[in-house]
């Protein structure tokens, strides 16, 4: 069984806002509405998901290199 870390902090590029937020274990997150400015955050291009993107610490699938979604 492998140890994945499952909390990640996403910031919002648009107003800087940062929240921890739990990930997902078997599954990307295509989607994130930033509580503060309500802009719905998507993976940039080459990520899987918006924890890759704008999270401190990558989604547990690709922590596990595992081809993501």
């Not at 919002?12 to 937020?21: A, D, F, T, V």
């Not at 997150?29 to 999270?55: A, I, M, R, T």
């Amino acid at each position: 069984m492998n140890s994945f870390i499952t909390e990640s902090t996403i910031t919002c590029p648009s107003c800087g806002h940062s929240k921890q937020e739990e990930m997902p274990t078997d599954a990307c997150q295509f989607f994130y509405e930033c509580v503060q400015c309500k802009e719905v955050l998507k993976p940039k291009e080459g990520d899987c998901c918006v924890y890759c993107s704008y999270g401190s610490v990558a989604c547990p699938p690709v922590q596990d290199n595992i081809n993501c979604c």
